[in-house]
């Protein structure tokens, strides 16, 4: 039996403002009634929050960081996700697979054969009917890598992703535009240059448009 909660996922480079949007939008579905489960990634449980703290501080190589990146899915997946969506909530996630894909694959250049071979491992569960899981939509805060190196010289301590040079945000920025490519029924490309409150438009009226949010949210 497929799931009837709904799916949203939250992603773009580091520095391109979508975490400033996520509890915005869970508020507008709690306010028509919906459940949400506020989630991310890497993490998301107690195992893959462990994970997310090497991920993000400790040097490895390529193939390492992915395993590690998809084992945290797989466990966030099968005791957080799933059992939301089962449930009829509403998760929104900062990240998914399409980080993965962005990050690793086009950022740090590894084989992106072997990274759908693991998200076709590690998506699958018996809710899909043999299908792999999937967001519903896909909201990608598209920036110039210039303008997230800019944000981000002004944030917090830098994790060892956001202290990358900025070449790597553009290929990181690359990777994202391909997926966006690729599966273009779920994404939505929102323009992250825009003012704050622009931008919270465009998400929330992805959210009208696909018939998640009543209209007169907008």
Request: charged share 20%.
């Amino acid at each position: 039996m497929r799931h009837t909660g709904l799916f949203i996922t939250f992603e773009g480079i580091d520095g391109a403002g979508k975490s400033s949007h996520i509890v915005t939008l869970a508020e507008a579905f709690r306010a028509q009634g919906h459940t949400v489960t506020l989630t991310r990634e890497p993490g998301g449980t107690p195992l893959a929050e462990t994970l997310r703290g090497i991920l993000l501080n400790e040097a490895m190589d390529p193939l390492t960081e992915t395993l590690l990146m998809f084992a945290a899915r797989r466990d966030h997946l099968c005791q957080v996700i799933e059992p939301a969506l089962a449930q009829g909530h509403v998760v929104l996630c900062d990240r998914f697979t399409d980080a993965t894909f962005a990050y690793q694959g086009y950022g740090r250049g590894f084989d992106l054969t072997v990274l759908k071979t693991l998200e076709q491992w590690v998506q699958h569960t018996a809710a899909m009917d043999g299908a792999i899981r999937q967001p519903d939509l896909t909201l990608w805060f598209d920036v110039p890598a210039a303008v997230a190196a800019a944000r981000l010289s002004q944030a917090r301590v830098p994790d060892k992703f956001e202290a990358m040079p900025e070449a790597f945000f553009a290929r990181v920025a690359q990777g994202y535009a391909q997926r966006c490519q690729e599966m273009p029924h779920r994404f939505v490309r929102l323009d992250g240059t825009q003012p704050m409150e622009a931008v919270w438009r465009q998400a929330l009226q992805a959210c009208v448009e696909r018939g998640f949010l009543a209209e007169q949210m907008a």
